[in-house]
Structures are given as C-alpha cells and as structure tokens.
C-alpha cells in the first residue's frame, strides 16, 4: 500500500512538473519507507513539506526557481527522515526517540525552504550570518529578519503536523526548535564550506561549476559541497542531535 501511494504521488508530481524522473523514482521509494513505517500520521508531514517547498516559489511568482526537483534533492532532504523510519522499525522500544529525530528534520528542511522564499519574496536586505555584510537575499550562508520569521513559522507548522507521532506539548515546541536551530546550521555551512565559483566571462559570483559556457573559477568553500549536500548535513546534523536527546 505504501509503495502504491508513495508511487502515485511521485508520478503525479512528476506530471506536474515537480520532479525529474529520478526525483520521482526517490521520492517514491522515500515516501513507501515512510508510510510502510509510519502510515498516514508520518506521510502527512512529508507530503506537507514537499508540497510547500515547491509551490512557494509559484505562489510568490518566482517563475526561475521552479525546476523540477532532481534526485539528489530529494535525498538531501528525505534521507534524515527515512533513516528515522528505519530506525523505528529496528528499535520499536525506542521509536519516540527517532519519531522525534523524524520531526526535527522535517522541521529542518522545511524552514531552511521557507526562509529562503519568504527572505527573497518579501526581504530587500540580508547579511552573511558569519560576517555581517550584506549580501543579496538568497545568497548561501544570507539571513533576514523576514526570513528566518518565515522559516521558523515552517518549522513549528512542520512539527505540528507531527503531533501524533511524538506527542504534545513542550515535544512539538522542542522539534520545532530544532528545525530552527538546523535553519541556522544551514546558514553556517552555507557562508563557508559551500562552494561559492567566479564566471571568467561576466565575473558574477555563482554556486555552480559552469557559466556562460565554460568553468568557473572556485572562490570559497569545498569545490563538491554544494546547496544540496548543505541540506543533506543540516538535516543529518539536527536529526542526529534529536535523537540522541530522544535516548537521554
């Protein structure tokens, strides 16, 4: 039944335009780990996220942000998850710990996604978290007022969603907190192992390896550390701390 759902939801976000065919095959064995584990009360908050994260940059009319998401995208934000469903199915005395890791990085990606929408939607300024300057919002490692308002509001709306899975109360608040905490680790890595290139042609500083047909010259980070991997250890990093916090 899992793999049903998970399956009909990824074509039909592949349909749409959402994802690329290999985002679709991940997103598909994600979500089928996930609803296998978990069922409806874990799905809805996956679902939640994937939706968000991908119709904001619609709704906000940033028409170039709204490629389909590849495979690798999909994993950097669904891996942590996933691996908490795993978790619960290897250790079902101790599922409120990873049930809990599942909420923190849930929380995690859907406020590093939020902040960026809503601080390049609706924020003029942003500064680099490491530094201080100003920078362009949207900029890997930029934070705004009104985007870190947005992305904890995704945060505790995430970790809402998973009530029925850790409870109520101060657990729901705690996963949220989490999330915003991992928004900030996003932000950190993203201002200094990201990899930041410098165009040969136009001199614009970029995140990608190529511009204006030929290869860009490394300025900062690690040259293979990209946006994605970023996602990949801030959602890894609060997870982990989520459920290590669950086990004390």
Known sequence: MGASLAGMIAVGAHRAHLLTPGGALTAALIGTVVFGVGGVWASIPMVAFFLSGSLLPRIFGRPHKTERRTAFQV????????????????????????????????????????????????????????????????????????????????????????????????????AGGMGVLGMFLDSLLGATIQARFRCHTCGAAIERRRCCNATAHPIRGIPWIDNNAVNLLSTLTATGIAILWGFA
């Not at 469903?85 to 710990?97: F, H, I, M, N, Q």
């Not at 590093?112 to 890997?140: C, N, Q, Y």
């Not at 934070?143 to 505790?156: E, K, M, N, Y």
């Open 75 to 174: 994993l950097a934000n669904g891996l942590a998850p996933a691996l908490c469903c795993v978790g619960v199915l290897l250790y079902p005395d101790r599922s409120e710990a990873f049930w809990f890791g599942y909420a923190a990085g849930l929380a995690t990606a859907t406020a590093d996604t939020w902040a960026t929408e809503f601080g390049m939607r609706f924020s003029g300024t942003a500064w680099l978290i490491t530094t201080g300057k100003r920078v362009t919002p949207g900029e890997s490692g930029a934070v705004s007022a009104i985007g870190t308002v947005g992305g904890s509001l995704g945060a505790w709306i995430t970790a809402s969603l998973c009530t029925p899975l850790i409870g109520y109360s101060a657990t729901v608040w705690m």
